[in-house]
């Protein structure tokens, strides 16, 4: 009896769980995505939707000389070289994010949970307006859903 009372209780959460994830929207895409630091942005080779959800996980070192090397974070204590971002609020060389060709860029970091701003082509970049003497990368887990 109790062996059956077990069976009905998993598939009962195995239905409950399938459901959950139908109703968020059905099936999500992952990516591991390699954002070199010499270049300006990345192809991540995902579509988006406006408002869908992207997450991006990120690590690794990118480093503009061999005496100031930075996460996805960026230089959060260097403020006085954000004249050289692209997006001005974001630490320097930081992992930023853009949907489209010309999309406003946004901050990714070591982590990002957040709703896409529109519709496109999701690109990732580092966070500064002369990327050529960079060296080293981001490695970033991107999933939409």
Known sequence: MRLRVAVK??????????LGLTACGGRSVTREVTVAGHSAWT??????QS??????????????NPENKTTPDGFVARPEWRKYNVVPEAPHMALIARVGES?????????????APT??????????????NNKGSFKAIVTVK
């Open 9 to 18: 209780v998993a598939l009962g959460i195995g239905v409950v769980a399938s």
């Open 43 to 48: 192809d991540t080779g995902l579509d988006v």
């Open 51 to 64: 408002q869908q959800r992207i997450t991006v996980d990120a690590s690794g070192e990118v480093a503009a």
């Open 103 to 115: 999309g406003k860029g946004f901050l990714v970091g070591t982590a990002f949970r957040g709703p």
């Open 119 to 132: 519709s496109g082509r999701l690109y990732l970049g580092i966070n500064d307006r002369d990327t050529r």
